[in-house]
């Protein structure tokens, strides 16, 4: 189903939605930030740690990306400082053409803050991304408890995003960087919200390609994608510029299947296979960490910097870098072997990266759910008193912790891991199909598959 309704394409269009999301999420950064620099110590009381950590993420794992894809990227704060600046819509808001451009409420000015250098060709992958993620996955837990830990992590992250911007062209930052543009970028592929070119013939015959440059309407393509050579979601911000940019209409969001892309005959590269791979374990880990009854595992993890924590790092770096990636490489061994695949390893490997995608998707799903039903319950104080002052603004101050739905919670995470572990395994049988491979060559990896999936059944649920 495409934007064929004239009042949904004219919505979608416009700039103001869009903008008083943006400004409403920039807003309400900045006021975490503030909360997590002066307020409260303590973790589960502090409205930083409980909006980011326990609402938005398992909104952002269990909601938005399944269904939005990269939904959250079109109105994430971090980048807009710097995006701004890079456009000149800050320091210089000028009005053209009767309408006031920019950045803010318009289209492109000619003038930039940034060097607009373009990113390092041998950097355009997902290993940097990669691993910025591994490294905040190791302070994890101290950045989970501790406000003033998260308030500085977002600041970084935010100037990160104005350097990038300066120095580079358009979301370099987002594109190579963000460690959670990089989570939502990957499982993006699964969701059934798409923006892709209508008639490809049109796009051939358009020379001035201003869903690329950009035109009076709107700005280029800020994530640096030519959307007529769009395959996938991965790389797609869902900004909707080419949809704005396009003169002849030919940008549409479509409403598809669930796991569209995953359906591609190409080979993902070795970057995205990592990654798939490390968030895998990652989440292993976290629920071990989190939601498991040990607690020297847990104490070892918070306590950044002690040898327990170096202990627990490389601990962590086993399962994700080594473990994980290793025994999904013997799989893919075994059944090469087994199928008489002329195919090396790695490449089928690297074949089978797309049955990764649903299996991540469940297994961060049911943990998020499982995080958030446990500790919502925070939430309810932490908004009466968002400082830890003694306020009691919603008078729900005193609620007391209490878990959610902790009879149907167990079985909704069943539930959510068995779906995950059924399609990806629909997926695994499609791709050791088209390989020639067979039944042979999908068993070693159906076997992996149920590796992540049984573990987490056990910390879980049992």
């Not at 318009?106 to 993620?133: A, D, I, M």
């Not at 640096?224 to 395959?231: E, G, H, S, T």
Request: glycine share 10%; with cysteine.
């Amino acid at each position: 189903m495409r934007t064929r309704w004239p009042s949904i394409r004219s919505l979608l269009r416009s700039r103001w939605p869009q903008l008083s999301l943006q400004l409403a999420t920039l807003a309400g950064l900045g006021i975490l930030i503030v909360i997590g620099l002066v307020g409260t110590p303590v973790g589960n009381r502090n409205l930083a740690i409980v909006a980011i950590w326990i609402a938005w993420w398992a909104l952002l794992m269990l909601l938005a990306v399944p269904f939005l894809g990269r939904g959250w990227c079109s109105i994430c704060p971090v980048p807009l400082p710097g995006e701004w600046l890079q456009r000149g819509a800050i320091l210089h808001p000028t009005a053209t053409h009767g309408k006031e451009i920019g950045g803010l409420r318009g289209v492109p000015r000619k003038r930039s803050y940034g060097l607009g250098l373009p990113w390092p060709r041998r950097l355009r992958n997902l290993w940097l991304q990669n691993v910025v993620f591994l490294g905040l996955a190791l302070a994890s837990l101290s950045v989970l408890t501790q406000p003033r830990t998260t308030a500085w992590v977002l600041i970084v992250l935010v100037l990160s995003a104005v350097a990038v911007s300066l120095l580079f062209e358009r979301r370099s930052f987002c594109r190579y960087l963000c460690p959670v543009g990089g989570v939502i970028g990957l499982y993006a592929q699964a969701s059934p919200v798409e923006v892709r070119v209508i008639d490809q013939t049109l796009c051939s015959r358009h020379t001035e390609k201003t869903c690329y440059t950009g035109n009076s309407e709107g700005y280029g393509c800020p994530w640096q994608v030519y959307p007529a050579a769009l395959r996938t979601n991965i790389s797609c911000g869902t900004c909707l510029e080419c949809l704005r940019t396009c003169p002849y209409d030919n940008i549409a969001v479509n409403l598809r299947p669930f796991g569209h892309d995953l359906q591609r005959a190409e080979r993902p590269g070795l970057d995205q296979s990592f990654k798939s791979l490390l968030l895998l374990g990652s989440v292993v880990i976290y629920a071990a960490v989190m939601l498991g009854p040990w607690g020297a595992l847990k104490a070892a993890a918070a306590s950044v910097g002690t040898p327990a924590w170096f202990a627990y790092a490389a601990g962590f770096l086993l399962v994700t870098v080594i473990a994980t990636p290793g025994l999904f490489w013997m799989a893919a061994t075994v059944g090469r072997a087994a199928a008489h695949l002329q195919a090396k390893s790695l490449q089928v490997l690297r074949d089978f990266t797309p049955a990764l995608i649903p299996l991540g998707i469940a297994s961060w799903a049911a943990f998020s759910l499982s995080f958030l039903l446990t500790n919502l319950s925070y939430l309810w104080p932490s908004l009466s008193d968002p400082l830890g002052a003694g306020w009691n603004l919603l008078g729900t101050a005193s609620l007391a912790w209490a878990p959610y739905l902790s009879a149907i919670s167990p079985w909704l995470q069943v539930a959510i891991l068995l779906v995950g572990v059924a399609w990806a395994a629909a997926h695994v049988r499609r791709i050791a199909d088209r390989l020639g491979g067979g039944l042979r060559l999908a068993i070693p990896v159906l076997a992996f598959n149920l590796i992540p999936t049984v573990g987490l059944l056990w910390i879980l649920v049992g």
